[in-house]
T-cell receptor
């Protein structure tokens, strides 16, 4: 079955420390991959996306992610975390539905990031 | 462009009542999605519209749920005879094209069934 797995439910880092959030996908082909961030009571904001080409993608707010086909992974990284990065992070894959060019997003369960001062 | 808007933001209803949520997508977006998010979970796909046509429905969408998108503009999601298990955040998203285009999400409608 097509799925997205985020192994870490909750991660705590100190402000200024580096961050890596893990994401693995299971899909018959290479899916389009996304990372979204959700602050409490808010909708989802797109951080970055991977479709093809360069496997290291840059996003907003200083985030980057690396696609590794051999590991079916798309991990999110940030070199230095800020207190405002505390939020829930969701990895998602666009998977085909209904034939044609129709897709739905399949999300992981999310990783809650806590940032200590 | 004010983004995707959802109304209401919060809804508390008694079990057995019917509720309806509205989503106004970004005006030029022809694709509209509904997702449901429960506590501690990622959003789960419910249904998808391309223009006014509902092209896909998840098995999560029981016969108590119905969604419409008249004239390919705003969309409504109705839940009949609500159950406590329907309590969740209902998210709407819209996009201009296929998988390679960004889906923009609304802030969601939080439903509490008491």
């Amino acid at each position: 079955a097509q799925s997205v797995t985020q192994p870490d439910i909750h991660i705590t880092v100190s402000e200024g420390a580096s961050l890596e959030l893990r994401c693995n996908y299971s899909y018959g082909a290479t899916p389009y991959l996304f990372w979204y961030v959700q602050s409490p009571g808010q909708g989802l904001q797109l951080l970055l996306k991977y479709f093809s080409g360069d496997t290291l993608v840059q996003g907003i707010k200083g985030f980057e992610a690396e696609f590794k086909r051999s590991q079916s992974s798309f991990n999110l990284r940030k070199p230095s975390v800020h207190w405002s990065d505390a939020a829930e992070y969701f990895c998602a894959a666009a998977m085909r539905i209904s034939g044609g060019s129709n897709y739905k997003l399949t999300f992981g369960k999310g990783t809650l990031l806590t940032v200590n001062p | 462009d004010t983004g995707v808007s959802q109304d209401p933001r919060h809804k508390i209803t008694k079990r057995g009542q019917n509720v309806t949520f509205r989503c106004d997508p970004i005006s030029e977006h022809n694709r509209l999605y509904w997702y449901r998010q429960t506590l501690g979970q990622g959003p789960e796909f419910l249904t998808y519209f391309q223009n006014e046509a509902q092209l896909e429905k998840s098995r999560l969408l029981s016969d108590r749920f119905s969604a419409e998108r008249p004239k390919g503009s705003f969309s409504t999601l109705e839940i009949q005879r609500t159950e406590q298990g329907d309590s969740a955040m209902y998210l709407c998203a819209s996009s201009l094209g296929g998988a390679s285009t960004e889906a923009f999400f609304g802030q969601g409608t939080r439903l509490t069934v008491v």
